[in-house]
């Protein structure tokens, strides 16, 4: 009996001993709370950027160059600027194009003037032959009668030969007029192209590269 009493003894010593012990030092003061944001979170298309050094290369060039010669009134644009197809670029000096435009349509107006001229010379030119021709048919009749003279059919037959030529070079005449008329024609469609091309336009949309030639030039 005496040995179990020492051991509950000693037990409840120690026991106490635990509950009795030193608590630990305090450290430093906790921090406050962070506060932070909440969002939902949502699924989106975010566009993917390189940055890199390259070389662009155009897949269409085009070398703009003026139909015809005189000088550079106006530049239209920058150099690097934007431009569409159709855009006005240069302007060259039109007078000259103008002034010659004026006197092929003075031409024209001539032509047909004297298309119109000749065309009056053949219609009278085939009256007079048909009244010849009406009166070698009856000094013709009167001959077979005796009526008429020898000199007077042969009168009628010379009148009735020449004015059968005239006819003849009336209608070459008009031939040439109505030729030098569409001459005429074809140089004033020329001239109002090339009155045209005294303003050059944009061939395509683009870029617009280095400017070679400045107005006065």
């Not at 030092?25 to 890199?52: C, D, F, K, N, Y």
């Not at 006197?103 to 047909?112: G, L």
């Not at 032959?129 to 009168?155: C, H, P, W, Y």
Request: net charge neutral; with cysteine; hydrophobic share 40%.
């Amino acid at each position: 009996m005496k040995k179990q009493i020492a051991i509950l003894t000693l037990i409840s010593s120690l026991v106490a001993c635990g509950c009795s012990a030193p608590q630990a030092q305090s450290g430093p003061p906790a921090m406050p709370p962070v506060p932070v944001t909440t969002a939902q979170a949502v699924q989106e298309s975010v566009p993917i950027q390189i940055r890199t050094v390259g070389t662009a290369e155009p897949y269409s060039t085009v070398e703009v160059k003026s139909q015809v010669a005189g000088p550079l009134l106006n530049v239209k644009f920058t150099e690097g600027a934007n431009v569409r197809q159709g855009d006005l670029l240069f302007e060259i000096d039109p007078r000259p194009f103008k002034e010659v435009l004026r006197q092929t349509e003075a031409a024209v107006a001539r032509d047909m003037a004297q298309l119109r001229l000749a065309e009056a010379n053949l219609a009278r030119s085939q009256a007079q032959l048909k009244n010849v021709r009406a009166d070698a048919a009856r000094f013709q009749q009167l001959s077979k009668e005796g009526i008429s003279t020898r000199q007077q059919d042969e009168q009628i037959r010379t009148a009735a030969e020449v004015a059968e030529h005239s006819m003849h070079a009336d209608e070459a005449a008009i031939e040439s007029m109505r030729a030098s008329l569409e001459a005429d024609r074809a140089a004033v469609e020329q001239a109002k192209l090339n009155l045209a091309y005294a303003q050059i336009h944009a061939p395509i949309s683009g870029r617009a590269g280095n400017l070679l030639l400045h107005p006065g030039n």
